[in-house]
C-alpha cells in the first residue's frame, strides 16, 4: 500500500499511541477514542483509549467504535 508516496504502514504499538496520548491528542481529527494497537496478548488485541491513556483487550473481530492509526517509518533527514 502507497500513501503520500509512502509504504510499510502498519499499525503502532501502545507504547507509540502512548507517545501520541502524552502529546496533543485533543489536536488530532479523529471519529472515535478506541484505536487499535498491533499488540497481541493471550486475552486479545490491545486497544488504547486515547481520551484516558488507558488500555483494553478484544478479539479480532470486536469493531465497535474502534478506529485504527497507521504509522510509517520516517525518510532519512526528515523532522517530527
Known sequence: L???GRRGWRLPTVSELRHVYAGSVSELRR???YVWSADRTERGYVF???NTGGEAFAPAEFS???RAFCVSAREE???R
Do not use: A, R
Open 2 to 4: 502507497e500513501v503520500l
Open 31 to 33: 471519529t472515535g477514542d
Open 48 to 50: 488504547f483509549e486515547l
Open 64 to 66: 465497535n467504535f474502534t
Open 77 to 79: 533527514g526528515e523532522g
